[in-house]
C-alpha cells in the first residue's frame, strides 16, 4: 500500500511555462483534495473533487485546474505559471469518517 | 467559511515535559470534526488526533491528548512526556459533517521546538 503518492516531488518552473501534477491514491476513496503551503498561512486548498469524473473550486483556484477522470488519479494543472504559485502543493485523499491522508508534496519554484 | 485560528507560532518544550498548543475556530455548525496534524521537517502531514463534535469525552492518543470546549469552540492539544520526535509544526483542522464534501480549513500552525 502506497497510499498517497505524488510526482514530481520538486520542480523548477519559469515564468509562463505549464505543467501538470499528478496525484495517484491505492485506498479507493472517493474524495481528493489540492492544497497550497506558503509560510506563515497553513494549508490552503486549491481545488476538491468528491467522487471520479467531479471537481470543485477550493478557497485559491485561479491559475490552476484540475481534473478526476480516474477514481485513484487527480491531477492538478498550471496553465501559466506565475511566480506567486512559488509554493509547496499537498494531495490529500479522505474516505466517509476518516481524516484525510497526504502525500509527501511538491515543491513548486517559478522563477 | 470556518475560520480556525492558532495563536502559538511558537513553542518550545523541554523533553520530558509537558507544552499544550491552542487552537480556537469559528462555526455555525453543530456537527464537525477537530484534528491535529503534525509536520515533521520532512514535510510530511501526519495525523495526530481527532475529535467528534457530537462526543463530550476528550480524544487520547498516547501521549497526546486534547482539550475540547465546545461551547467555548477551543480544542487545545496536550503533548505529555516530551520528546525530540516531537519537534514539528502542528496544525489544527476543522471539517464539516454537513457539507459533505468533508474539506478541511487550517490554522497557520505551531513550530514546536523540544530541547534535549
Known amino acids: 500500500n502506497a497510499g498517497v503518492t505524488q510526482t514530481p516531488k520538486f520542480r523548477v518552473l519559469k515564468t509562463g511555462q505549464s505543467m501538470t501534477l499528478l496525484c495517484a491514491q491505492d485506498m479507493n476513496h472517493e474524495y481528493m483534495y489540492w492544497y497550497r503551503q506558503d509560510p506563515g498561512m497553513g494549508l490552503r486548498l486549491i481545488h476538491y473533487s468528491v467522487g471520479e469524473g467531479t471537481t470543485a473550486k477550493g478557497e485559491v483556484p485561479d491559475g490552476y485546474n484540475v481534473s478526476r477522470l480516474k477514481k485513484q488519479n487527480f491531477l492538478l494543472g498550471l496553465e501559466s505559471a506565475a511566480p506567486s504559485q512559488t509554493s509547496v502543493y499537498f494531495c490529500?485523499?479522505?474516505?466517509?469518517?476518516?481524516?484525510?491522508?497526504f502525500g509527501p508534496g511538491t515543491r513548486l519554484t517559478v522563477l | 467559511a470556518q475560520t480556525v485560528t492558532q495563536s502559538q507560532p511558537e513553542m518550545s518544550v523541554q523533553e520530558a515535559e509537558t507544552v499544550t498548543l491552542s487552537c480556537t475556530y469559528d462555526t455555525s455548525e453543530s456537527d464537525y470534526y477537530l484534528f491535529w496534524y503534525k509536520q515533521p521537517p520532512s514535510r510530511q502531514m501526519i495525523l495526530v488526533i481527532r475529535?467528534?463534535?457530537?462526543?463530550?469525552q476528550n480524544a487520547t492518543e498516547n501521549r497526546f491528548s486534547v482539550n475540547f470546549q465546545k461551547a467555548a469552540k477551543s480544542f487545545s492539544l496536550k503533548i505529555s512526556d516530551s520528546q525530540l520526535g516531537d519537534a514539528a509544526m502542528y496544525f489544527c483542522a476543522y471539517r464539516s459533517e454537513i457539507r459533505g464534501d468533508y474539506k478541511l480549513s487550517f490554522g497557520a500552525g505551531t513550530t514546536v521546538t523540544v530541547r534535549a
Open positions: 490529500a485523499s479522505s474516505s466517509l469518517g476518516r481524516g484525510q491522508f
Open positions: 475529535q467528534e463534535a457530537y462526543k463530550q
